[in-house]
């Protein structure tokens, strides 16, 4: 009954971190390139009595021991790097990556993050930011005389500028791919930085190399689905009411023991 107690005890620990991973969901539901989290969970030790496979009796074998675990934790909280549903915006600053890879941001620090968010600004100086003032890579300057601003599917940047019919190109948006991207280490932002768990960043031209492309005037959603997010939290709800009747239950067993008479 005292291991009752702790199993029990572990598995509405495990649930309270799991209802903290769907709320955080549900609050990105609307945050542009989120990507949900899962949390998985696994077995802990098991206190084993009767081995399975052990000799019985006249040289017999056990079919199955006896074990008894002592319960549940968490053991990871995976990232689901599907994509998400298209959100036409109109804004020729707005970029979408239809299939695999992410946009380089510049951090202040002059280190390199990665985010499937393309909602890009300009800044004051004509450059491409993320809504942090985070510059996009490699560099690109919008000229202030610029009329037009077109960015073909493989990152290619035209602009057209006042007195001039030919579009001139002032650079190419790379993308950045990853062979474990659920390794990559979340920073907030819309950020992420790469760990030894997701490999080093391979970069290229969009649409080459296993690479996605680029749309121009779309915006990726976030990939969460409200109903899965509240199925998920009402189960949790449930798997912790269970695990804390399972506790109540063991007081009450102790209880009952240490009013016994002689």
Do not use: W
Not at 31 to 54: I, M, S, V
Not at 128 to 150: C, F, H, M, R, W
């Amino acid at each position: 009954m005292i291991r009752a107690l702790y199993s029990a005890s572990s598995g509405m620990q495990a649930q309270q971190l799991n209802l903290d991973v769907v709320a955080n969901n549900l609050a990105n539901v609307n945050t542009t390139g989120f990507k949900r989290t899962r949390t998985d969970f696994e077995d802990l030790l098991y206190q084993t009595f009767r081995a399975p496979g052990a000799t019985g009796p006249q040289g017999s074998t056990i079919p199955s021991g006896i074990q008894v675990g002592n319960g549940t934790r968490p053991v990871a909280t995976q990232r689901i790097f599907s994509q998400g549903d298209f959100q036409q915006t109109e804004n020729p600053l707005d970029l979408v990556v239809e299939g695999d890879g992410f946009f380089q941001i510049t951090r202040p620090d002059g280190t390199t993050a990665y985010t499937r968010s393309g909602a890009f600004k300009k800044d004051g100086t004509g450059r491409d930011v993320t809504s942090e003032g985070y510059v996009l890579q490699p560099n690109l300057v919008i000229p202030t005389d610029a009329k037009g601003l077109t960015i073909a599917s493989d990152g290619t940047v035209s602009v057209t500028v006042a007195g001039q019919n030919q579009a001139q190109q002032i650079g190419q948006i790379q993308l950045a791919q990853f062979v474990n991207p659920a390794g990559l280490l979340s920073v907030g932002r819309n950020l992420f930085t790469p760990t030894s768990a997701s490999g080093n960043a391979v970069t290229g031209v969009a649409g080459t190399n296993g690479l996605g492309t680029i749309a121009q005037g779309f915006l990726e959603l976030s990939n969460v689905k409200v109903v899965d997010e509240m199925v998920a939290m009402i189960t949790t709800q449930r798997a912790y009411e269970a695990n804390s009747r399972a506790i109540q239950t063991a007081d009450e067993m102790l209880a009952m023991s240490n009013n016994l008479r002689r």
